[in-house]
């Protein structure tokens, strides 16, 4: 890179921060923190050049450090005891022979992946014309996802140099056939105004999880960009993340979901909550292989309030809500394991059956809805529907509705694996709720 100060201020940060040792020793003594003759005395024995200690005024909790050779050993107190009971020196030794390993097999991911995050962009600027052009853009997005940057605190000039080495594929794979990609972005108060965010995601969970951080009720907005306008696209912990200049994205607006404080008055008046606690005190822990796990009784709960919110936005009547809770809380106790199990609905049917849980419903019709609905709650919904005629149900269509509310709800509850997608639920009012099921499983249940 031509110019090694592209990167600043960021970049050098902790260099400008560091001074040396020596100088900072003209303010003499400071009790059982610096004793700077003993500790010289003891590193000129083991060989170490003294011009690689300094003073780090950018730390509260270590004082002093050294750095040599893209090394960095933080150090609490620059005394010869402390040199040795913390042994500082093997730690130096050892950091070293793991970069220069790194640097010597040209492993530069993971050289970057090992380095001090307080100097990663500073040796990345140092090393820029050694790293292999095919690396020089992905490793710039490592240092900037490990070290906490944000698009702005980067120079332009420095990110369009690094732009030139993108592979042309990248960033393409979300984009429609007009080579925008739908990105959106969960805000919360006192976020920066989203016509200046950078940062935005791909993925709809992702959004509405910074929406309600910290059991806020946030705003959820969506916009489009151009494939060639992305700066970078980060995967991480499924975040998705886009990386983009303001000016470049387009079409921003808000996403009208709805939340739990919105709906709560309207909940209570309704009698919804209270059939939620009348239908969660029936759950018990032993009905369950794991209760604790995440088909356990804290999802089945989930499940009861979403399908009771489903039924109460689709003006179902009261039996119908009746057999969608009792569905609600039935339909996993057949699970032994928590991964893709499409079978695990016909065993949650047989558990039913053997410990006498539908009792109360003595309608031989209703017993059939139940028993395809739990049946069938784990297939795909067309392999699902093609087998309804072989129950004995009168009302198919009522089925078929009850069927789909109930994939609805059980879907909405894939937000807590950061596996929800909006475009495959099948109701209306569902598609408003993803904010709501997110702001349940943070707060409510």
């Known amino acids: 890179m031509d110019n090694m100060n592209l990167f600043e201020p960021e970049a050098s940060r902790f260099i400008r921060n560091i001074t040396p040792i020596n100088v900072f020793a003209l303010m003499g003594d400071i009790k059982d ?59 130096i030794e050892l950091e070293s022979e793991r970069l220069q390993t790194a640097l010597a097999e040209k492993n530069f991911k993971n050289f970057f992946y090992m380095i001090d995050d307080r100097i990663a962009l500073f040796a990345y600027q140092e090393l820029f014309d050694i790293i292999p052009d095919n690396d020089k853009y992905d490793l710039l997005w490592l240092i900037y996802f490990r070290c906490g940057y944000h698009l702005e605190q980067l120079n ?23 080579g925008y990609v739908k990105i959106y972005r969960g805000q919360i108060a006192g976020s920066i105004p989203v016509s200046l965010a950078t ?93 604790t796990g995440i088909h356990g009784l804290s999802h089945t709960r989930r499940v009861l309030l979403l399908v009771l919110i489903l039924a109460h936005l689709e003006n179902l009547s009261p039996r119908c809500s009746q057999l969608l809770s009792i569905i609600a809380l039935y339909h996993d106790i057949g699970r032994t394991n928590d991964n893709f199990d ?36 784990c297939v795909e919904d067309t392999k699902a529907l093609n087998k309804i005629d072989k129950y004995n149900i009168r009302d198919k269509a009522e089925a078929t509705t009850l069927f789909k509310i109930f994939k609805d709800a059980d879907g909405l509850d894939r937000i807590r694996i950061n596996d929800l997608d909006i475009r495959l639920l099948r109701t209306k009012s569902a598609q408003k709720l993803p904010l709501l099921a997110r702001q349940i499983l943070n707060s409510y249940l």
């Open 199 to 291: 940062s935005w995601t791909t993925d709809l969970n992702t959004a509405i999880y910074y929406a309600t951080r910290f059991n806020q009720s946030g705003t959820i907005f969506s916009a489009r960009i151009h494939q060639d306008k992305v700066i970078a696209y980060i995967k991480r912990h499924n975040d998705k993340e886009i990386l983009a200049y303001p000016e470049d994205i387009q079409n921003i607006s808000k996403e009208h979901f709805m939340s739990f404080d919105d709906l709560l008055p309207e909940l209570e008046d309704t009698g919804v909550l209270a059939a939620y606690e009348y239908y969660s005190s029936r759950l018990k822990p032993e009905y369950f292989h794991n209760p």
């Open 33 to 91: 923190k610096f004793h700077y003759p003993e500790a010289y005395e003891y590193l000129a024995a083991k060989g170490y050049d003294i011009k690689d200690f300094y003073f780090n005024r950018g730390s509260y909790m270590s004082w002093f450090c050294y750095y040599h050779k893209y090394v960095v050993i933080d150090i609490t107190h620059f005394t010869e005891p402390c040199l040795k009971d913390f042994r500082i020196l093997e730690f």
């Open 342 to 377: 499409p079978h695990h609905g016909r065993a949650s049917c047989r558990k039913i059956n053997r410990l006498d849980l539908l009792d109360e419903i003595e309608n031989t019709t209703d017993r059939e809805i139940i028993n395809f609905i739990i049946t069938n709650h």
């Open 156 to 178: 332009r000039e420095a990110v369009s140099e690094v732009l030139r080495y993108r592979p042309r594929e990248k960033h393409r794979e979300d984009a429609g056939t007009d």
